[in-house]
């Protein structure tokens, strides 16, 4: 049985469809790809940047 779901993904903001490797954890994916997994933006670096007044 095939799903027919699609998420957006976090990062690049691309619709993903679900795939078959995703099979066992499709409500815990966030990301379209490796890349995008890897670029991924955590909350502390943004705010660290954003306080940064220089």
Request: glycine fraction near 4%; include cysteine.
């Amino acid at each position: 049985m095939k799903r027919q779901d699609s998420k957006i993904c976090a990062v690049c903001n691309r619709p993903m469809t679900w795939r078959r490797k995703w099979a066992k954890s499709w409500d815990e994916v966030k990301y379209c790809s490796e890349a995008c997994r890897r670029n991924k933006k955590s909350p502390e670096k943004a705010l660290g940047n954003k306080s940064d007044g220089n």
